[in-house]
């Protein structure tokens, strides 16, 4: 017997055997899975960046243009400048007494007309008076368009130009096409942060607009997204291209559909990828709603 509690006493101790010295068991786990990062979510009040244009705050927090243009009483031509403050949602309405708030953007009726590019913006609207915004210097500020700059007639959806894929679908007034020749490595995930497609390409092959219309934001300055280019194709209707090693664009270009805008790059796991995603009114939706079937 003393023979038996010897060897029980000197053998390894096992995964999901109860420990005597603590006397509680210690069951084998796997580690728990990494969680999925949510959206970027926007702040109450955004600080205007050096690059930064209404269209690609707007990107950013998947809000409408439109809206945060009202919110903040930007009105053409659109200038924002850096260090300026916009808030990101719609300003009160009724003041905390039950009278009427002082006037706002949101309150004034007033909406935006559709500008011809996007690097604009406007002084804070709100709680926080506008008196106290400082401008800064002239060399930092964005200069909207003149009308020698302004874009010259989008041409028509159907013009005919070179295509990548060489088929095309029309989805809402709107003709659309392959932006790049590759296959969908990652597809549409709602719940992903950056809600696209993932399209496996060859590191400088060209990439194309996938519909015609004005190019909104063309740079680097957005985190996640590696240099990347915005088109807008209607008032609701937009495209981006990111992740690209070269841009051939520049804001307020006229492009075609299948015109060359950038050429393929590296995503930031160093693949071959583009991320191109398509938002109406504001919100990501599924490329492959509006794209041709393959």
């Known amino acids: 017997m003393l023979a038996l509690l010897l060897a029980a006493a000197c053998a390894p101790w096992q995964p999901g055997q109860k420990d005597s010295r603590a006397g509680t068991s210690q069951p084998h786990r796997e580690p728990p899975a990494a969680p999925r990062r949510a959206s970027e979510p926007a702040p109450p009040w955004y600080t205007v960046k050096r690059g930064d244009s209404l269209y690609s705050i707007a990107f950013r927090y998947s809000l409408d243009w439109r809206n945060l243009a009202r919110w903040n009483g930007v009105d053409a031509p659109y200038t924002i400048r850096p260090g ?3 808030r990101t949602s719609a300003p009160p309405r009724v003041a905390s007494n039950g009278q009427s708030a002082q006037k706002s953007p949101a309150s004034s009726g007033r909406r935006p007309t559709e500008p011809d590019r996007a690097s604009s913006g406007s002084s804070k609207a709100g709680t926080r008076p506008a008196a106290t915004a400082k ?3 002239a060399a930092s ?3 909207a ?3 020698a700059s302004q874009p010259k007639t989008r041409p028509a959806p159907n013009a005919a130009v070179s295509s990548a894929s060489g088929k095309t679908r029309t989805v ?3 003709v659309w096409q392959w932006p790049v020749d590759a296959g969908v490595k990652k597809p549409f995930d709602p719940a992903s942060t950056r809600k696209g497609l993932g399209l496996a390409g060859r590191e400088g092959q060209d990439v194309v607009a996938a519909a015609s219309g004005t190019v909104v934001y063309s740079g680097s300055n957005m985190r996640g997204y590696g240099a ?3 088109i807008k194709h209607t008032s609701s209707l937009f495209s981006a291209y990111a992740h690209n090693r070269r841009l051939v664009v520049n804001e307020g270009s006229e492009v075609k559909r299948g015109q060359k805008i950038a050429e393929l790059g590296l995503d930031d796991r ?3 990828l583009l991320h191109f995603e398509i938002r109406r009114d504001g919100k ?3 490329p492959l709603d509006y794209l041709p079937q393959k």
């Open 84 to 86: 300026q403050e916009l």
């Open 135 to 137: 401008t800064p210097p």
């Open 141 to 143: 500020q964005q200069k």
């Open 145 to 147: 368009p003149t009308a």
């Open 172 to 174: 809402g007034g709107v």
């Open 228 to 230: 990347m280019v915005i």
């Open 270 to 272: 160093r693949q071959e």
């Open 284 to 286: 990501p939706v599924n």
